[in-house]
C-alpha cells in the first residue's frame, strides 16, 4: 500500500468517524443519524445529505440546521428570505419531517452564505481536481450546522496552500474551514498488526 493511498484511507475513515460524532453532538435523538434505525429498511434509508437536499428541493433558500441550547432550539440557515416568517416556518416543518426533530422547538433563523446543494457541488468539484492528491489532506465533510465546508489537514504549512487550490478552482475562501486535526494515532499500527 502506498502511502498516498494509506492518507486517503485514513482521511476516508476520520471523515466518517468524526461526521457521526458530530451528529451525535447535536443531532442526539433527532433522527440526525448516520444509520439506518434497526427497524429501517435498508432501501428506504435516506443518510442526512439526502435528507438536507430534500429539504433544499422544498426551501431553495436553505443552508443547514443543527440544534442548540441542549437541543432546545432548531437553528436553520436561510440564504434569503430569512426574516419571511411563512418561508421561516415552511422550513421549520420540513426539518422537523425529513429529520425526525421534536415540533415546536424554539426556532433561530440564521443568515446562510450557502445553499446545501452549493457546499454539495463544491465538494463534488475539490474532490474532482485533486483536494485528495494535497499534501495534508486527510478529512473533507459538508458542516451544516456552520454552512461550510470543513477540510481537515495534518499541519499548519497545509492550511494556505489548500485554500490557494480551492479559490483557483473557483471556490469561495469563505465558504470553506480549513483547521489542523489530530490524526488517528493507532491507525498505521492496527493495519500492520490486526
Given at each position: 500500500?502506498?502511502?498516498?493511498?494509506?492518507?486517503i484511507i485514513v482521511g476516508i475513515f476520520t471523515a466518517a468517524v468524526a461526521g457521526t460524532v458530530a451528529w451525535t453532538v447535536v443531532g442526539v435523538g433527532t433522527g440526525w443519524s448516520q444509520r439506518p434505525p434497526n427497524d429501517s429498511e435498508p432501501a428506504t434509508y435516506k443518510d442526512s445529505n439526502q435528507r438536507l437536499k430534500e429539504v433544499e428541493a422544498d426551501i431553495p433558500e436553505f443552508g443547514g440546521a443543527f440544534l442548540s441550547d441542549n437541543q432546545s432550539v432548531l437553528n436553520i440557515?436561510?440564504?434569503?428570505?430569512e426574516t419571511d416568517p411563512t418561508i421561516q416556518e415552511r422550513a421549520r416543518k420540513k426539518v422537523e419531517k425529513s429529520f425526525g426533530v421534536k415540533p415546536g422547538?424554539?426556532?433561530?433563523?440564521i443568515?446562510?452564505?450557502?445553499t446545501i446543494t452549493q457546499l454539495a457541488d463544491w465538494i463534488e468539484l475539490a474532490k474532482s481536481k485533486g483536494l485528495w492528491d494535497r499534501e495534508g489532506?486527510?478529512?473533507l465533510d459538508l458542516q451544516e450546522a456552520s454552512n461550510e465546508i470543513?477540510?481537515?489537514v495534518v499541519n499548519w504549512e497545509n492550511v494556505e496552500p489548500v485554500y490557494t487550490f480551492l479559490v483557483e478552482i473557483g471556490i469561495p475562501r469563505e465558504a470553506v474551514a480549513v483547521e489542523v486535526i489530530e490524526?488517528?494515532?493507532?491507525?498505521?499500527?492496527t493495519i500492520r498488526n490486526p
Open positions: 500500500m502506498t502511502l498516498k493511498r494509506f492518507w440557515y436561510l440564504t434569503e428570505n422547538l424554539k426556532l433561530n433563523v443568515k446562510g452564505g450557502y489532506v486527510i478529512m470543513y477540510i481537515g490524526q488517528p494515532r493507532s491507525m498505521e499500527k
